[in-house]
């Protein structure tokens, strides 16, 4: 298990250290971050229906469409 | 081979009657094999003939559709991370990060083998192929020589043992073939049991222990180096292809 945890270590830092060099997810994650919030502020009216109810299906089309 | 179809201690490779097909295509055809540790095999065979088929399954890449081999005393069936850390393999892709310096590459890979100090190790295989100097640089920078010395660093991080070397002077000038001839060297007078697949006839036997030929998914040929004619070593490497 020791072992185990220390390759899914291993994998992360080279996956971070990678990103840090290159930089090219970060531009990706940055406009699809930014389309994300512009399409669910237009197409949600927060005076009609509560924040609480739509905010758990808000976080899974991000998380499914990231 | 032995007589109760098993490897002996001294056997780093024993393979006995591997087949592998692809749908109708006949891959490997019964494919024996041996090879003792700290000997050298090359093996020779045109193109199609089924020696990186034979390699992925002896490196347990790929499963083969009937047979059995034995690979640093472990049956390739098991294919478990024991028998892994036992194979380092060099073939076309490099399986290095180009974003990455040849440093934090195999820090990478030390740290995927779990040994001790991994910057430390890194370092030294480094030092060990030749590239001290450009151990900070990023891998894409790097020519196909340096690239494929790095590869070789990479596959003897975890000290394993045995290695099988997929054509490793493919894409190099005479320069950088050198070069890494001279590294081949150093790992064979170490008594590191190498399996190489290569093309280049004159770089096949002036390193090996063992020669042998596949042609058509079969082992066309084996025998020991010092009972080869190695100047007529071509016109028999072509008419062994051609009978078989």
Request: with cysteine.
């Amino acid at each position: 298990m020791k072992d185990y945890c220390a390759q899914i270590t291993a994998i992360v830092w080279k996956d971070v250290l990678s990103e840090l060099k290159t930089k090219e997810l970060f531009a990706s994650m940055f406009i699809f971050a930014v389309l994300s919030i512009l399409i669910f502020i237009f197409s949600i009216n927060l005076s009609i229906v509560n924040a609480n109810d739509v905010g758990p299906g808000v976080l899974w089309v991000a998380f499914i469409f990231s | 081979m032995s007589e109760n179809g098993l490897p002996s201690p001294n056997h780093i490779l024993f393979v006995k009657a591997l087949r592998k097909t692809f749908g109708l295509i006949q891959a490997l055809r019964g494919i024996d094999l041996e090879l003792f540790k700290g000997e050298f095999l090359t093996i020779f065979g045109p193109n199609g003939a089924g020696k990186t088929t034979l390699i992925k399954i002896l490196s347990s890449l790929a499963k083969p559709t009937s047979g059995t081999a034995y690979v640093a005393g472990f049956n390739i069936e098991d294919a478990n991370p024991q028998m892994r850390s036992q194979i380092g393999v060099i073939s076309h892709a490099s399986y290095l990060y180009d974003n990455l310096s040849a440093l934090e590459n195999l820090v990478f890979y030390a740290k995927m083998h779990c040994l001790e100090n991994p910057e430390e190790r890194a370092a030294k295989v480094i030092d060990e192929m030749g590239l001290k100097a450009r151990m900070y640089d990023p891998v894409g920078v790097f020519s196909r020589g340096m690239t494929q010395r790095l590869s070789i660093a990479r596959a003897i991080i975890n000290d394993p043992a045995i290695l099988f070397l997929d054509e490793p002077y493919t894409g190099l000038d005479q320069h950088a073939s050198e070069n890494l001839k001279e590294r081949l060297m150093v790992l064979r007078d170490a008594k590191r049991s190498i399996v190489m697949i290569t093309h280049d006839i004159p770089r096949g036997l002036e390193m090996c222990d063992r020669v042998a030929i596949m042609s058509s998914g079969k082992k066309a040929f084996m025998g020991h180096i010092n009972d080869i004619d190695k100047d007529g070593f071509e016109d028999f490497y072509y008419k062994t292809i051609a009978n078989s």
